[in-house]
């Protein structure tokens, strides 16, 4: 997102907001609202200050307010953004465009139904898998080690990647960004012990490993700074180096006998 250097607040901006209601007659509209900015102000804060005092039947979704939770995701002037850490002094012109995240139904204004980002995301088994007995000892890794996944542990699953993503915009069974950097996130984990060539054998498809573009519009788009294309860069190089592995393993077996 292109930043304005100088300080604008204080003055007035337009904010135009996609609106939509499942409920109601399926039509999509524009509102507009003026609103005078506030040093600091960002947009979770305008749209706080639309619903207080101008509309309260925009809808809108937040939580945590410090760009943790992932809730606020939207589009900002075209780009999937944190409403939360977007100030408008930081934008470049005073009328600013927020829709609701693409890739994913809407459900009122600008709240999307996440449940396709969440389908796609159980579908990795994001979570560790070890056999140690916990009863037992405490499953600890160095600080050497935990170097080698924390970036990938910053993922907040706001879904402005999947909302990025061209190849989910024509297939939706594509697992999207976020849940192959959380699968690449445990396969760095020296306490995993899931089969990693298996996991990554039954995602050797198009919805998988090979959908990528490779365009870089989730890590431009991610809050985090995580670069999701280089992670899919990796599994497939794992996957493929595993594969040349396996077969040479299997003719050295051969000459043997």
Known sequence: MHLKKENINDQQFTIKILRYNQRQNNEFYFSDYSILATPGMTILDALLHI????????????????AVCGSCGILINGQANLACRVQLANLPSTNILLEPLPNLPIIKDLIVDMEPFWDA???IEPWLHTC??????ENLISKKE?????????????????????????????????ALVKLYRFFRDPREQRDQQQSLLQLNNSQGLWGCDTVFRCRDSCPKE???????????????????????????GINKK
């Open 226 to 252: 995580i670069r999701p294309t280089d992670v899919i860069t990796a599994l497939r190089r794992q996957f493929v180096s595993s594969g040349l592995i396996k077969f040479f393993q299997r003719i050295r």
């Open 146 to 178: 935990l170097e080698q996944f924390s970036l990938y542990t910053n993922c907040i699953l706001c879904a402005c990647c999947y909302a990025a993503c061209p190849v989910i915009a024509r297939d939706d069974q594509y697992l999207g960004p976020a």
């Open 121 to 123: 995301y159980r579908k």
């Open 132 to 137: 140690v007995d916990s009863q037992n000892r």
């Open 51 to 66: 619903q207080e005092l101008q509309d309260p039947t925009l809808a809108f979704r937040y939580s945590c307010r410090g």
